[in-house]
């Protein structure tokens, strides 16, 4: 018992090291957020002398905070909903059934992770023009969708496979169609790993730039990553308003991991993992 | 080739006239005086940023206002990038899709080349001449980014906006201090630099991180060593990249980092730390665009305010090349015709003219004083950018990055990467073959 | 009857399948062949302007190209990062924060909270500890009198992409976690309460039952290591942009670069298709060990 304490001080201190590590650049964001930019260039780390509290109003007026960071909830959002739904569809019938086609759908998918975006971008954006789909919102969540697909896939295939096929079996005999049997039984088995994706999702569609930087041209419609662009000059950045944005705009993404996250923990279940 | 394209662009306008009914446009008449178009939508690709809090950029989103609201048929979309790399994907790949807006901002020279070679951009020349008002407004020596004679294109295909020059900013008081005249010629330079450096002063911090610094060093340093011309020896290469003139070059500025002139860490400071360097005083010199005096008084700086900070024509290496320098124009509007109507051309053409006016110039000079290719009298209370326009005004031949006049696009960023060597023990003779082999890699 | 099912189990299949392959197929795989139909041709990205066969040519300039040899050296050291440094980092914090310890809810918030900031403050920030003039750590480093090791970190060669990669791992500990952490909870206790019935200690329930049951994690989070690591881009963009030259520069920067800056777009497809054949080949690899693995048990 002695020993476990000692061991659990050591975790302790070892969580607290890296906790400080990474809470830091929270802090030198808030920091420089109230600075102007001949103040941070001279040192991020030391307390601001002058509160510039008026970076946020500026902030918000350069950015348009609120638009932007409303526009990239929604498709943040939207893009999670969908990346949930169909990855799941795919994942159980890639874990679960054995057909013919199953091993070069998995390996096409497998593309999906490797393909580097910036050979996308043409393509995809002439794709755009043709249908008419700039400055939608609709064709920036598919685009984003598909981006997630991969990793959503893998994950939840990857997790399905390690749940007791015999689990399915019992449910089949108990009359389970595999509409019932994904939704009912499956599903909330995957809690964990489905808001773990989420998260991961939720964060990409809310920060993503290129594609919102070459398919969105009206001010009303812009992410907050196209957004960010404004605080740039034409021979210099605004570098405190602009700290000032990141930190308005991380609070959203802060919430969703926080109940997201919550989620994960609650997902625990025995005996469902096959041992 | 002109009577070529001109024909081509006389029958283009021939055709369209009869093909599309309503448009009220004779083939000769280009000056589209008090032409009417029926709800023509054009797009409009400039680095202004779409945030109101810059005055460059709320003047811009009101004046665009304002043209949308007269009664002309036209409407203008904007499509506003400030930051450069993202803009020019933006650019990119709207031209590699097929969805180019009407009208775009470049830098010139082997920039829009691509454009130019593909036939995308439409030749100006007529409608200038059209409107002698329009044309008369710019000065003349503003169509070096429009004029593509050396690639052997006859015409105009864009029009100017900023002008530039490269200059040399000094802290009065330091110089002062330290019992140093304001230096003229390199060697000047050179004394001074060393003086500085014995007394413990930093006489320049470049931000080489940024690695256009070592690009404009390179420039200037080439054009007042060998006039004008090193631009077409250089691009035709008949002075070549390792040869014994470039060496030199890039020996001049291997001495000042050996001896420490620019810095101590030159490649892990970018351009932004290099201005506050400067003015918070911890720096002497700083060679910088004729853009400086507005972004030093925008920020703020008590330099500026007490009146510390001063300018002179960048010192002169070869006395007969003292009054050349590195300038020219920065950025230039063009028109581009992919997948554009006939109409759009025309519409583009009258909210350039618009866009490009002494007019609309003056509006802005009102509210971001500045260095313009219009004929206009800039009237400012920022002193320094008063002495900036002295010294331009008494320039006598100005060329832009030495890679602008190549005929390889990548030839920028390529000087540009092997230039940052300097600064990491390579000697002059391997950043000169580096460069040559990075640009045979991509013949 | 048989034959019935079947049919059924087909029908269900496609249409599951359905909505994520159209999704792949119009997103991800219709740019990847046109992809490889330019990388055979010359085109500088005007529309229209007809693409110039050139056969292989693009791909012979790529892999005879110096440049991106040492670009994918740079991916190299990428991917020794994220098993030697990021695997070890990222599952030690996951069992930390699904562990009974408390104050978990705080320590999961600050080890993502990198992430969640994104690339602009993480390479501000890190540039700023690394800068040697006023850098924290070479201050600290000063402070200890070990002023012999202070260097301009970020411009050395090889060092300077040392750095990034130890800047990317510690940026993205947080998000492996998260995949880690999700294996972990799915982890019956009763598992470890027999074990602990048995007489197991912590490090033996570690080695026989948490392994073992996280394989299908540590296969996911191999491949996309292994894949992250080919098409890095974000992070050193942010941080060096690919230099001082071209010392930290990564496919993912060249491929950029000769496309969107250069206007070589066939030259930039072949480097896609190159890191598309060396990540697939590298994923069956992966797939192969870890299934040759189970046959083993």
């Given at each position: 018992m002695?020993?476990r304490k000692r061991w659990n001080i050591l975790w302790y201190f070892l969580a607290l090291v890296w906790g400080l590590m990474t809470i830091l650049p929270l802090m030198i964001t808030v920091f420089s957020s ?35 960071i409303?526009?990239s909830i929604?498709?943040a959002l939207?893009t999670t909903v969908?990346v949930t ?63 997630n697909?991969?990793q959503a896939?893998?994950l939840y295939?990857g997790f399905?496979?390690s ?24 599903s909330p088995i995957c809690k964990p790993i489905i808001a773990t994706e989420a998260i991961f999702v939720f964060i990409y569609g809310y920060s ?16 907050v ?18 700290f000032a944005f990141i930190v308005m705009a991380m609070i959203p993404t802060l919430f969703i991991y926080l109940i997201f996250h919550e989620r994960v923990e609650s997902g625990i279940l025995s005996?469902a993992v096959?041992? | ?443 | ?84 440094v990021l695997m070890p980092i990222a599952f030690g914090l996951a069992m930390l924060i699904t562990s009974k310890l408390k104050f978990t809810r705080i320590m999961k918030t600050a080890y993502f909270m990198p992430v969640m900031l994104g690339t602009t403050a993480v390479?501000?920030m890190w ?40 800047v990317n791992e510690w940026m993205f500990a947080g998000y492996n976690m998260l995949i880690f952490a999700a294996g972990l909870v799915s982890i019956p206790h009763s598992l470890y309460e027999?074990?602990l ?5 912590g490090w033996?329930r570690v080695?026989?039952i948490t392994l073992?049951l996280m394989?299908?994690t540590f296969?996911i989070f191999?491949?996309l ?73």
């Amino acid at each position: 018992m002695k020993q476990r304490k000692r061991w659990n001080i050591l975790w302790y201190f070892l969580a607290l090291v890296w906790g400080l590590m990474t809470i830091l650049p929270l802090m030198i964001t808030v920091f420089s957020s109230l600075k102007n930019n001949n103040e941070i260039n001279m040192g991020v780390f030391s307390m601001p002398e002058h509160w510039r509290i008026e970076n946020y109003a500026k902030a918000n007026e350069t950015a348009n905070a609120f638009g932007s960071i409303g526009n990239s909830i929604l498709l943040a959002l939207l893009t999670t909903v969908l990346v949930t739904v169909v990855g799941m569809l795919a994942a159980y019938i890639l874990a679960r059934k054995k057909l013919f086609f199953i091993k070069p759908v998995y390996l096409l998918f497998m593309v999906g992770v490797m393909v580097p975006v910036h050979c996308t971008i043409v393509p995809i954006s002439g794709m755009a023009s043709a249908l008419h789909a700039k400055d939608s919102f609709w064709f920036l969540v598919l685009i984003y969708s598909a981006f997630n697909l991969a990793q959503a896939v893998y994950l939840y295939t990857g997790f399905i496979q390690s749940i007791d096929r015999e689990l399915d079996e019992a449910a089949i005999i108990d009359g389970c169609t595999d509409v019932t049997l994904l939704s009912k039984i499956l599903s909330p088995i995957c809690k964990p790993i489905i808001a773990t994706e989420a998260i991961f999702v939720f964060i990409y569609g809310y920060s993503e730039l290129i594609f919102s930087l070459t398919l969105l041209s009206k001010p009303e419609k812009f992410t907050v990553s196209r957004a960010m662009l404004n605080f740039t000059g034409e021979h210099s950045t605004d570098m405190g308003p602009q700290f000032a944005f990141i930190v308005m705009a991380m609070i959203p993404t802060l919430f969703i991991y926080l109940i997201f996250h919550e989620r994960v923990e609650s997902g625990i279940l025995s005996g469902a993992v096959k041992g | 080739m002109k009577l070529k394209k001109a024909t081509g662009l006389t029958l283009a306008a021939l055709m369209t006239v009869s093909l599309i009914p309503g448009t009220a446009l004779a083939a000769e008449d280009y000056s589209l005086k008090d032409v009417q178009f029926d709800n023509v939508t054009i797009r409009v690709a400039t680095r202004n940023g779409g945030g109101a809090e810059s005055a460059v950029d709320a003047y811009y989103l009101s004046k665009v206002e304002e043209f949308n609201a007269m009664d002309n048929g036209i409407t203008v979309e904007m499509i506003n990038i400030s930051t450069e790399a993202d803009y020019l994907d933006r650019l990119s790949t709207d031209f590699a899709s097929g969805d180019a807006p009407n009208i775009f901002l470049e830098y010139g020279g082997s920039r829009v080349l691509d454009y130019l070679e593909a036939d995308y951009l439409l030749d100006l020349q007529p409608y200038l001449e059209a409107d002698p008002d329009w044309y008369g407004g710019f000065k003349e020596n503003g169509w070096s980014t429009c004029k593509f004679e050396d690639y052997g294109y006859e015409g105009i295909y864009g029009v100017p906006s900023e002008t530039y020059q490269i200059m040399l900013f000094y802290n009065k008081s330091l110089l002062e201090e330290n019992g140093i005249e304001v230096p003229a010629t390199w060697d000047e330079l050179m004394d001074a630099c060393a003086k500085l450096k014995e007394a413990g002063v930093q006489p320049f911090v470049v931000g080489e991180k940024d690695a256009f610094r070592f690009g404009h060093l390179h420039t200037v340093l080439s054009l007042k060593k060998y006039g004008a011309d090193v631009a077409q020896k250089l691009a035709s290469r008949e002075m070549s990249y390792d040869g014994e003139e470039m060496l030199s070059i890039y020996g001049m500025i291997k001495t000042m980092v050996d001896n420490g002139y620019l810095g101590d860490n030159l490649l892990s400071t970018d351009k932004g730390q290099e201005d506050t360097y400067f003015e918070e005083g911890k720096a002497v010199f700083k060679y910088d665009g004729s853009w400086y005096p507005a972004q030093i008084e925008e920020s703020g700086s008590e330099l500026f305010a007490n009146q510390e900070v001063g300018v002179v024509r960048f010192p002169s290496i070869e006395a007969k090349y003292e009054k050349t320098d590195m300038g020219g124009t920065t950025d230039a509007y063009y028109i581009s015709t992919l997948n554009a109507t006939e109409e759009q051309v025309q519409a583009s053409v009258v909210f350039l003219k618009y866009l490009a006016s002494v007019d609309y110039i003056e509006g802005l000079i009102a509210v971001n004083p500045n260095t313009y290719a219009y004929n206009v009298d800039v009237k400012t209370d920022n002193y320094l950018l008063n002495d900036v326009m002295a010294i331009m005004n008494d320039t006598e031949d100005v060329r832009s990055d030495l890679q602008g006049y190549d005929t390889q696009s990548m030839a920028m960023n390529t000087v540009r990467t092997a230039l940052q060597g300097l600064a990491m023990d390579k000697t002059p003779e391997e950043v000169g073959s580096e460069i040559v082999d990075s640009l045979a890699e991509y013949e | 009857m048989k034959g019935k099912t079947k049919k059924k189990e087909y029908i269900i299949a496609i249409t599951f399948l359905a909505p994520a392959l159209i999704l792949l197929f119009c997103f991800i795989i219709y740019p990847v062949m046109d992809a490889a139909f330019l990388s055979l041709h010359s085109w500088k990205g005007m529309y229209g302007q007809p693409k110039k066969w050139v056969g292989l040519d693009n791909f012979i300039k790529a892999l005879t190209s110096g440049k991106f040899w040492n670009a994918m050296l740079n991916c190299v050291w990428f991917m020794l990062g994220s098993f030697v440094v990021l695997m070890p980092i990222a599952f030690g914090l996951a069992m930390l924060i699904t562990s009974k310890l408390k104050f978990t809810r705080i320590m999961k918030t600050a080890y993502f909270m990198p992430v969640m900031l994104g690339t602009t403050a993480v390479a501000l920030m890190w540039t700023n500890i690394l800068n040697p003039g006023w850098g924290a750590l070479a201050q600290f480093l000063r402070f200890l009198g070990l002023d012999s090791l202070v260097t301009d970190w970020l411009s050395k060669p090889v060092l300077n992409v040392i750095c990034v990669v130890l800047v990317n791992e510690w940026m993205f500990a947080g998000y492996n976690m998260l995949i880690f952490a999700a294996g972990l909870v799915s982890i019956p206790h009763s598992l470890y309460e027999a074990a602990l019935i048995d007489g197991c200690g912590g490090w033996q329930r570690v080695r026989y039952i948490t392994l073992p049951l996280m394989k299908n994690t540590f296969k996911i989070f191999s491949i996309l290591a292994f894949t992250g690591s080919l098409k890095v881009f974000d992070i050193v963009w942010a941080m060096t942009r690919g230099g001082p030259g071209d010392v930290s520069s990564t496919p993912g920067i060249i491929l950029y670069t000769e496309a969107f800056q250069y206007k070589l777009f066939g030259r930039s497809s072949a480097y896609s298709i190159i890191l598309l054949v060396f990540g697939i080949v590298i994923s069956l690899v992966v797939n192969r060990i870890f299934r040759q693995d189970e046959e083993m048990y």
